[in-house]
Structures are given as structure tokens and as C-alpha cells.
């Protein structure tokens, strides 16, 4: 903003000499008083405008899991003295929800996703037949096996999410945080990934102990037949973007 000029008055006055005597010869007439000049307007150099900012690039939008090609496997093994009597299961998860993001321009791929234990499914028969497990159970084993591991180990009703994040790295496995019945653990779990312009998916296999997550695995008859602490684990996890519905 430019400022108004500033008239600044100057005076010059003479002062009269004091009269030393009567007789004295009166002194010369005092000049007349200067008139006031007004100071030059200061000048300020115009601005330069400033440069615009570069706007930056729209970040690209989070791809969505896709469930209806997203799964976790969970084979659950038999152990004790008489573990003969019991049998192996398979539990799976297909209702997942979450994002991720695919490698570029030097950032690590990224995944953060959820999926409720109330959802599970127990002893499929096509699942057991693809993780070679014999087709022996029944419907009632089936139901009892769902609710003991619901209610017995896994405490859903206090602990409902299996919450899941995870980053690629350069030196190949992905770091994975892992949360389940409260308690956070992390993992270095070697998987394949694919990245293409519009979708992402990872897939692979690790185990892990339900012990790491505060868990007792089930068993009955003072531990003559349980459930083995040793989770065998495989998942294949697909992103694209859209949104989408999920699997019925």
C-alpha cells in the first residue's frame, strides 16, 4: 500500500536582541519566517507478483479389497496323546474389507484390511478337499468346532476384528502388523506380488502361534486332545479400484 506524503513544516526564526539601553539604535527588522515546503512523496519499488504455486499432482485413489477374490486359509491341526481321535479343520475368511496401494515412484506398496471372526466359515467341503484334509466331518462337528473356536478361544464377542497392515519392502517379504484378540504382532511373511495400472494382489503362506496373541488353544480331557498352538496360514488378497459389493 502506498503511503500518503508527510508535509513537514519548517521554521526559521530570529530571535530579537534584548534592548541593552534606551538610547540604543533600534536593531534591523527580523526576516520574514521561511514557508513551509512539503517533503518529497517517498518512493517504493513496485512488487514483483508473486509465482504461482505448483499444484500438486491428484493423489491417485485407494484401491478397494476385492472380496469376491480375496480369501484366508487357516489350517488348524490336531494334537495330544490322542489326537487320533480328533481331526484337522480349515477355517477361512472371505468377507474382507480394507484398501491398498500399489509401488510407484519409489513408495512401498501398502495394505490395511479387516475381516470379522463371526464370519468365518469352518470345514468347507471343497476347502478341505483342496488343503487335503479327508471329508469326515458332519454337520453337528461342524457347528460345535465353529462355536467352541468362537466363543472358547477366540472371544469374538469382546475381540471381533482380525485387523491387518502391512508394507512391501525392498528386501521382498512384506512387514505385517498383525492384531488379534487385542494384542499386536508383527511379521516378515514372504509373499508374490502383482502390481498392474488399475488392481494389486499378494499371495503366500506363513504360520504363526496363537500363543503370540495371548490365545490357550483348545483342548479337552486335561490336553490329551487339543489343538495344536502352530497355525498354517495362506492368503490371496486382490485390490482394484471401484467400489464393490460384497460376496454373498
Not at 530570529?14 to 514557508?35: D, K, Q, S, T, Y
Not at 502383482?194 to 503362506?205: K, P
Not at 504360520?207 to 492368503?235: H, N
Request: proline share 10%; charged share 20%.
Amino acid at each position: 500500500m502506498t503511503k500518503k506524503p508527510l508535509a513537514i513544516c519548517t521554521f526559521s526564526a530570529v530571535l530579537l536582541p534584548v534592548l541593552l539601553g534606551a538610547c540604543a539604535p533600534a536593531p534591523p527588522a527580523a526576516p520574514p519566517a521561511a514557508a513551509a515546503v512539503p517533503a518529497p512523496a517517498p518512493t517504493r519499488a513496485a512488487a514483483a507478483p508473486r509465482p504461482q504455486a505448483a499444484k500438486p499432482a491428484p493423489a491417485a485413489s485407494p484401491l478397494q479389497i476385492d472380496t469376491r477374490h480375496s480369501r484366508i486359509l487357516v489350517v488348524v491341526r490336531r494334537g495330544g496323546l490322542f489326537a487320533k481321535l480328533g481331526h484337522d479343520h480349515v477355517v477361512a475368511s472371505r468377507h474382507i474389507e480394507g484398501q491398498a496401494a500399489a509401488p510407484a515412484d519409489g513408495q512401498p506398496g501398502s495394505t490395511s484390511f479387516r475381516f470379522r471372526l463371526d464370519q468365518l466359515t469352518v470345514d468347507e467341503s471343497a476347502l478341505r478337499a483342496e488343503t487335503g484334509l479327508p471329508s469326515v466331518t458332519t454337520a453337528d462337528a461342524i457347528a460345535g468346532t465353529r462355536s467352541n473356536m468362537l466363543t472358547k478361544v477366540l472371544d469374538a464377542e469382546k475381540y471381533p476384528y482380525v485387523e491387518v497392515t502391512a508394507v512391501t519392502t525392498p528386501q521382498g517379504p512384506l512387514q505385517a502388523d498383525i492384531k488379534l484378540h487385542g494384542v499386536t504382532r508383527r511379521y516378515a511373511i514372504p509373499a508374490a506380488l502383482t502390481a498392474r495400472a488399475d488392481s494389486v494382489s499378494a499371495s503366500g503362506t506363513f504360520r504363526l502361534k496363537q500363543s503370540d496373541f495371548g490365545i490357550k488353544p483348545f483342548s479337552v480331557m486335561g490336553g490329551a486332545l487339543a489343538v495344536q498352538d502352530e497355525l498354517e496360514l495362506s492368503f490371496n488378497i486382490s485390490a482394484v479400484g471401484g467400489k464393490l459389493s460384497a460376496p454373498r
